[in-house]
């Protein structure tokens, strides 16, 4: 394979662990606040960004490239509120589908049709990961409305 789609490869496949400790930082917040569906939740993304890793790994080490495991920056492990932390990962998203598409656009370039095909996965489930953000922002500030709308119903009851 092409060298430096190699360390391009490489780079990505770092970069999934990396989003794997985001998710995992996000996962022990809701822990703390003891919100067992959002934990749940974000425990199943930590893992299924590990798989993401473990996928390009697995395609490195068939095609006879080796794989460079690397270090990268403390994950963020405080936020103001869940929609917050909702929008930092909708934009961490959408920049993992901007170095999946360079990756794309590379294997392109240099005519490699079993990375053409193999990154097709990644850019089907990016549509995924970002629509699973994109709902959840949704539903919490609809339920931000919710609230306020239970809240008014209720105090149009009050006779004294
Ligand atoms: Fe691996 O897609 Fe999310 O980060």
């Known amino acids: ?13 770092n970069f999934e662990i990396e989003s794997a400790h985001v998710y995992l930082a996000m996962q022990n917040y809701f822990a703390n606040k003891s919100l067992k569906g959002f934990e ?4 199943i993304q930590f893992r299924e960004e590990l798989e993401h890793a473990q996928k390009f790994m697995d395609y490195l ?19 103001e509120s869940i929609l917050e932390i909702l929008e930092v990962s909708l934009n961490h998203e959408k920049e993992v589908t901007r170095r999946i598409n360079n990756l794309m656009k590379m ?3 240099l005519n490699d049709y079993a990375s053409i095909s193999f990154l097709q ?3 089907d489930e990016q549509v995924e990961e970002e629509a699973n953000f994109s709902e959840l922002i949704d539903k919490v500030e609809m339920l931000g409305n919710t609230g306020i709308f ?11």
């Open 61 to 79: 080490n068939d095609r006879g490239e080796r794989v460079e495991i690397r270090g990268f920056e403390n994950p963020r492990n405080d936020f």
């Open 1 to 13: 394979m092409d060298k430096k789609f190699v360390e391009a490869i490489n780079t990505q496949l």
């Open 121 to 123: 996965w990644y850019v």
């Open 150 to 160: 239970m809240l008014d119903r209720e105090l149009g009851k009050r006779e004294d």
């Open 40 to 43: 749940h939740w974000f425990q």
């Open 107 to 109: 294997a392109i370039d």
